[in-house]
Structures are given as structure tokens and as C-alpha cells.
């Protein structure tokens, strides 16, 4: 048992640092697409300098934690893009009968999909998040903190996406609904929670995983609650065995294909 | 001993259906329509161990969707198979440790490493370690003479040279049965001999039971012992290619691909 899953992170570890070394083969287009991303993501940053210029608190968040917030969304997803990336190719994969490879190997089907692409531009997204936090000073328990809510971030962002790609094993054209619901987790997710009440606060929670995975950890770096990190701990478990529960029932529906491909 | 039992398998497909142009496309959302394709329909047979079995049939036969079910990639909706006594739709990682495939159309290694990379990377998949996968990379690279081009990344290597690396690929973990989905399909005649050769060696010398799809006659004629030829999801011939090519070789004077056409024919007019 322990070995199989030695063995299998083995396999998982390789298929990253292959993914890796493919970028890496073009230095230029490497260091670009890093940097290009740390620049893109902290140019958003300077309409926040220019709101708290203006007024003290935004929602009841300070620009501290807005950079917090901002730090823990980028660096979530960023790790999230580089381990799993091909989670946001899910549905291509499935309709297209792309999954064959992955089945006849004596290997977890799920892990060896995820791993199998990493974004190099999300490696910009995660340094930006780490560098924000650095600049918050945090402290060495706060950081600690943030690193195991990125790490939490980085599953609920797969898992989210895990879920709404696997329904194409079911339905059509799921990538577009994938794609906005993670879009929009990341644009409500760099809000702060304040600014959100009523319905739209009820939806954040309940339909898109922003405020257990995004606001409520910001929340426990700001202020350390024990039971809410552990309801945040908690919610993520859930979300993700929920994703690996519908990916493997559907994978039951898989059809394969017959389309000419090359595994690239 | 049996390394292959299927028993009254069977595979549906659903497939959308829509009316022509934009009526039929908005009439389809208010009333989608479904179709049942019978893909593989109760088939039975078996391969004993050692066997070099060709399992044909014309485009749409249901070839491809049962080498699927056999090796764990689709369920079935029915029946019962058994390869090397594993059930692939329960076990199907357990198997997946036992056996090879190579799908001509599909490509399984990496393009952007190089074959020897690749290998490295099929070893860790099969728990091999690093001095066994070194040791069988070696076997294999002189076997199928891929020395020349072993440090060349995938995608720059010749259609011959790549079937090459996926058979060798296939084979890293010294698989009992090789499933082999068109292996020559795009190749030129001299790279298709060396391919069955070096199939034939391997059969030869590990026993490896070989489970092959091919339209070309060829394959089948230097490869195979025995025929099965399916249509309709059905299996409508089982027999040796020896006794298939005498039975009708005494008729008329035609030669193995002929003698499939003309089968393909009858059934299709059947």
C-alpha cells in the first residue's frame, strides 16, 4: 500500500518535472512568460493603491489584506496550474476520447491526467502571491499559515474545476461553463467579502467555492480562528472527494474516440 | 491456458441525432433525439496463451471498441471478459501491469522527450526500477536497433522510428498479452516488415500472446495464426488463416485480402 503510493507520486513527480523541462527547452519563452505574469498580475494591483488613497477601508478590509487576499488567490491558483494544469483541459479530453492513454496504465487515471500539463506562466502567478505576502510581513507562523492555505487554495481550484469538466462526461461544451465559473471564482475571489451581502454573499458560498476556500482563510491569516481553519480544512476535503466522486462515476459513461492524436 | 475468455460482450453507444439546418438545431434543444448504437453486440471468443490472433472487420465493426473493453479503457454493458484471469472493468490497473498496448492512431509517448526519456518515464508507470528499466531499455534499443535515434525527441523522428519507440514502449514491463490496435497503419512496406518481424520475434522468444486490429492484409498473412472477423458488432468468421485460405484458395485462385473483401461483402449485403 505504502509503496503503490510511493510509486505512484513517483510517477506524478516525474510527469511534472517533464512538463517542466518541455518549457524549459525554449529559455526565452520560459523567463518571459514568468516575469510577463508577475508584471501582469501586480499591475491590477494599482487601482487598490488608488482606492485606499481615497478611503481607509474597502468592505472592512484594509490594503494589507486586500494584498493578502490578492497573495493567497494568485499563489492558489498559480500552484494549482502547475501541478494540474490539464484539469482545465477536462472536458477536451473527455469528448474528444483523449483518455485512453492514461487508462491502460497501471496508475491512479485521475493523478496521471492532472499532472500531465503544467501552465509555466501560473509559476509567475504563484512567486507574485508569495512575493505580496513577503511584503505584508506576515511572520514566519503567518506564512507557514499561508502556505498550507495556498496548498488548500490550490485543491479547492482543482477540484472545483475537477467537478464542472468531469460533467462532460454527461453534457457538452462543459469547458465554457468551467471556464467562466472559474473566471468568475477568481474575480469575486480578489473582492474583499464585505463588499458582497444578501444573495450574492449566499451564492459566493454556496455555488462557487470563494468564500470557504478564498475569504475565510484570508480571514484566519488576518485573525487566527482554529475551529474556522478547521471548517476551511474540512470544506476542501469535501469538495475535492465530491470532484473525485464525479470524475470516476463519469468515467464510467467514457466513450473514447477514434480521433488521430499525438500526446504533446 | 486461456490468456484471453470473452462471453456474450456487449456495447451500446448513444448517439445525438438532429434534424437538418437551424430548424433541426433549435428543434434539438426543446426535443433532443437519441439513437442507440449497438457497437458490440453479445460476442463470444477466446485466445489461448502464445496465440497471434487478428481480430478484423470493416470500419464502424466494433474492432476497436472491444480491444477497449479488453484492456480496461471502456466498460461494457454486458457480459463477462477475462484477460489473464483479470477482470478489467473491476481490476483494471491490476492488468494494466500485465499487458501492452500500442495504438497506431494514438500516440502514448511524450513528443517533446526524447525515446529514452520516454522509456524512463514508462518504467517508473510499470514500478520498474532504475537498474531493471535501464537493463530493458538496453534489451530493447538493440533489438529494435533504435540506437540512432534513442536521444532524438519523439516528435522529430520518422513515422517508422516512432512505431518503433511505441512498441518498445509497450514492452518495458515484459507484458503477457500485447494488444496491437493497426500497428503499421502510415508505414512504408520495408518499416512494415520490420515492424511484423520484430512482433514475430517477440512472440517467438517471450511468448507474448499478440491481440492485433489491422486493415492491412499483410499484418495478418505474416503475423497470424488465426482470424476473427467481425461485423455489426458480431463476429461472423473465426477461423485459422490456414484453413481460410485453403477453404477458399480451392475455389478460385484469389488471394487473403480478396478472400476478406469478399466476406466483408457477403455480410454487408446480408
Redesign the interface.
Known amino acids: 500500500m505504502l509503496t503503490a503510493a510511493k510509486?505512484q507520486l513517483?510517477?506524478c513527480f516525474?510527469?511534472i518535472k517533464?512538463n517542466i523541462?518541455?518549457e524549459m527547452?525554449n529559455k526565452v519563452t520560459f523567463l518571459t512568460n514568468v516575469v510577463f505574469m508577475v508584471l501582469n498580475d501586480a499591475s491590477i494591483l494599482v487601482q487598490w493603491f488608488i482606492l485606499f488613497r481615497l478611503r481607509d477601508d474597502v468592505g472592512g478590509y484594509s490594503l494589507r489584506e486586500v494584498l493578502m487576499l490578492w497573495g493567497l488567490v494568485a499563489a492558489s491558483f498559480g500552484l494549482s496550474n502547475i501541478l494540474f494544469a490539464r484539469v482545465l483541459s477536462l472536458p477536451d479530453l473527455i469528448i474528444n476520447g483523449k483518455?485512453?492513454?492514461f487508462?491502460?496504465?497501471?496508475?491512479?487515471v485521475l493523478l496521471g491526467v492532472l499532472t500531465s500539463e503544467t501552465r509555466i506562466s501560473a509559476i509567475g502567478d504563484l512567486l507574485y502571491g508569495v512575493i505580496l505576502v513577503c511584503l505584508c510581513k506576515p511572520g514566519v507562523g503567518g506564512f507557514f499559515l499561508f502556505l498550507l492555505f495556498v496548498i488548500m487554495g490550490a485543491l479547492a481550484f482543482t477540484a472545483f474545476a475537477l467537478l464542472l469538466g468531469s460533467l462532460s462526461f454527461w453534457f457538452v461544451r462543459m469547458d465554457i461553463l468551467q471556464n467562466q465559473m472559474l473566471m468568475g471564482m477568481i474575480n469575486f475571489g480578489t473582492y474583499p467579502d464585505g463588499i458582497f451581502q444578501g444573495d450574492a454573499r449566499v451564492l459566493l458560498y454556496l455555488l462557487m467555492p470563494v468564500g470557504m476556500a478564498l475569504w475565510q482563510p484570508a480571514h484566519v491569516m488576518a485573525c487566527f480562528d482554529g475551529k474556522m481553519f478547521l471548517a476551511v480544512l474540512g470544506y476542501v476535503l469535501l469538495l475535492s472527494v465530491a470532484a473525485v466522486a464525479v470524475f470516476y462515476r463519469g468515467l464510467?459513461r467514457?466513450?473514447?474516440g477514434?480521433?488521430?492524436?499525438?500526446?504533446? | 491456458m486461456q490468456a484471453i475468455k470473452v462471453e456474450n460482450l456487449s456495447k451500446t453507444f448513444r448517439v445525438k441525432r438532429k434534424e437538418k439546418g437551424m430548424r433541426g438545431s433549435v428543434k434539438a434543444i426543446f426535443h433532443p433525439q437519441t439513437e442507440e448504437i449497438r457497437a458490440v453486440n453479445g460476442i463470444s471468443f477466446s485466445v489461448k496463451e502464445g496465440e497471434m490472433l487478428a481480430f478484423i472487420g470493416p470500419n464502424g465493426a466494433g474492432k476497436s471498441t472491444t480491444i477497449k473493453m479488453l484492456t480496461g479503457i471502456l466498460y461494457p454493458d454486458g457480459g463477462r471478459v477475462e484477460v489473464l484471469g483479470i477482470d478489467p472493468t473491476k481490476k483494471r490497473k491490476q492488468l494494466a501491469y500485465r499487458i501492452g498496448t500500442v495504438f497506431g492512431q494514438k500516440e502514448q509517448l511524450w513528443t517533446h522527450l526524447t525515446p529514452y526519456d520516454n522509456f524512463r518515464f514508462f518504467g517508473a508507470i510499470y514500478d520498474l526500477s532504475e537498474q531493471e528499466t535501464e537493463e530493458r531499455i538496453v534489451e530493447l534499443a538493440e533489438r529494435f536497433e533504435l540506437s540512432g535515434f534513442i536521444d532524438t525527441p519523439v516528435r522529430n523522428l520518422s513515422l517508422g522510428q516512432r512505431i518503433r519507440c511505441e512498441i518498445v514502449a509497450s514492452l518495458l514491463h515484459k507484458p503477457k498479452v500485447l494488444f496491437l490496435d493497426e500497428p503499421t497503419i502510415g508505414l512504408d512496406p520495408v518499416v512494415k516488415e520490420n515492424v511484423r518481424e520484430l512482433i514475430r520475434q517477440m512472440n517467438r522468444e517471450e511468448q507474448t500472446t499478440i491481440f492485433l486490429t489491422s486493415h492491412d492484409v499483410g499484418d495478418i498473412e505474416k503475423l497470424c495464426q488465426r482470424i476473427i472477423i467481425v461485423n455489426d458488432g458480431q463476429i461472423v468468421l473465426d477461423d485459422s488463416v490456414d484453413h481460410l485460405k485453403h477453404h477458399y484458395l480451392e475455389k478460385k485462385d484469389i488471394s487473403l485480402e480478396d478472400i476478406i473483401v469478399e466476406i466483408y461483402k457477403a455480410q454487408g449485403e446480408g
Open positions: 510509486n513517483r510517477v516525474l510527469s517533464y523541462m518541455r527547452v483518455l485512453d492513454a487508462l491502460v496504465q497501471p496508475k491512479k464510467r467514457y466513450a473514447s477514434n480521433l488521430m492524436e499525438a500526446r504533446l
